[in-house]
């Protein structure tokens, strides 16, 4: 079975602070996408950033970056200089088909001013 | 412009009765899903629609429930006879076409409370 696992329930850091959360994932395939979603109190989820598994190199979206670890099957976001308007719950997900994503049960994650 | 909408935002409803959620996609985008979000939860595919293909129907939980789409427009989630396992965010997105390169655009869902 393919699985995404989100070790961390809830994070809260001070503002400006750096904030990296985990995300860990099970597949046989080589080649996929993996995924990491913003849902603030509105309910919709956002796309945060985008990573290709074929890609060695780690996705960066300005304070968003991520570190990928192919062979640990690990795919960690870092949030940089966080923001008050970061905090909602964060979402890792993985695509295993040409459409269908995978989620993991997210992490709460609270900027503190 | 506009967005995914869906629509109510929010339904109370007695256990058994049935209930009909609607989902408006973005103009021109081929593909819908919908998925289901349980307190605390990740998201649980429920169906795909692409185009005038078959849908794919292998997320629903039960016969209770069922998904149309007519064309490449609105789609609509019905759940007959309503449980309290039912009581979730019934989330709507949809993409211009299928796969990685064409991101996923979310409505606000629909919180469906079953007492």
């Known amino acids: 079975a393919q699985t995404v696992t989100q070790s961390q329930p809830e994070m809260s850091v001070q503002e400006a602070e750096t904030v990296t959360l985990s995300c860990t994932y099970d597949?046989?395939?080589?080649?996929?996408?993996l995924f990491w979603y913003k849902q603030p109190p509105s309910r919709q989820m956002i796309l945060v950033i985008r990573?290709?598994?074929?890609k060695q190199q780690n996705a960066t979206e300005n304070r968003f970056s991520v570190n990928f670890q192919k062979a640990a099957k690990s795919f960690s976001l870092k949030i940089s200089d966080s923001q008050l308007g970061d905090t909602a719950m964060y979402f890792c997900a993985f695509l295993v088909s040409n459409y269908q994503l995978i989620w993991g049960a997210g992490t709460k994650l609270i900027i503190k001013p | 412009g506009a967005g995914v909408s869906q629509s109510p935002s929010n339904k109370v409803t007695e256990k058994g009765k049935d209930v009909e959620l609607r989902c408006d996609p973005i103009?021109?985008?081929?593909?819908l899903y919908w998925y289901r979000q349980r307190l605390g939860q990740g998201l649980e595919f429920l169906i795909y629609f692409q185009g005038n293909s078959a849908p794919d129907k292998s997320g629903l939980p039960s016969d209770r429930f069922s998904a149309e789409r007519t064309g490449e427009s609105v789609s609509t989630l019905t759940i007959q006879r309503t449980q309290q396992e039912d009581s979730a965010v019934y989330l709507c997105a949809s993409s211009l076409l299928q796969g990685a390169n064409s991101p996923l655009h979310f409505g606000n869902g629909t919180r469906l409370t079953v007492t």
């Open positions: 990573q290709e598994a074929y």
């Open positions: 597949t046989s395939e080589n080649n996929y996408y």
């Open positions: 103009s021109g985008h081929t593909a």
